[in-house]
């Protein structure tokens, strides 16, 4: 209900609602009569104050932030490993392998012969076409 934004008109009074009015949506644009006979809500724009607002991060959450940030330095540290490991695996086996390294560069070169021929005859027909 909070994403809604073509709201005119919305009354919500005397249905016993709690807790804390969504922010940054339409519905705190409403009068304050919109939410009447809901002792519960808090929140702008309403007078109420949430308690959640007045309370501060609880020891959990500094917990969890520092298993996020060790899982994300472990994971970092992974990264680097796998891609020199594969990068200095392949770079290092073209330098020091002579026969590897002409078969690779022959292949690049065939490659691009066949990457050539395929444009000149897609070009041709298109040619034609016209």
Known sequence: MSG???LAFLNLS???FSGKIPSGTQLQGFNTSTYDGNTELCGKPLA???PIDNIGPSSSEYEVDEDSSEYKRWLCI???LGFSTS???IIGTLVLNLRWRHAYYLSLYKLKERFYVAIAV???K???KV
């Open 4 to 6: 809604l934004n073509f």
């Open 14 to 16: 005397s249905n016993n």
């Open 48 to 50: 109420n104050i949430c």
């Open 78 to 80: 992974g990264g680097v």
């Open 87 to 89: 990068f200095w695996g």
């Open 122 to 124: 897609h070009i041709g």
């Open 126 to 128: 298109l040619q034609r």
